[in-house]
């Protein structure tokens, strides 16, 4: 059986809330926060773990450092500890969007 699950996010909304460290914390692993570089990756990575969340069924849970979207390489990103899914993160202007499908 397989399940998806899809996120978009306003890159400008991630803007304003990772400059709360309280929420960069809550949020995002060490391994994440030093990836990013900007509110873009923030929000591709935050897009991304809705889209898990939501594939598996569970909606939101906290704390979401649970989940962590790393990259390997080449950049391609992955859940940390979940073989059986694929993920995909894109940015286009002022959106972030992300994938997860789970078999």
Known sequence: MFKIGTDIVQISR?????????FLSRVFTE????????????????????????????????????????????GRP?????SNCDVSISHDGEYAIAAVIIW
């Open 78 to 82: 992955y859940i940390n500890g979940v």
């Open 31 to 74: 391994g994440e926060r030093e990836y990013c570089r900007n509110a873009e990756s923030f929000a591709g990575i935050f897009a991304c773990k809705e889209a898990y969340f939501k594939a598996i069924g569970t909606g939101i849970r906290l704390p979401m450092t649970d989940v962590e979207i790393l990259h390997d390489d080449k």
């Open 14 to 22: 991630m803007e304003e809330s990772i400059k709360s460290k309280a």
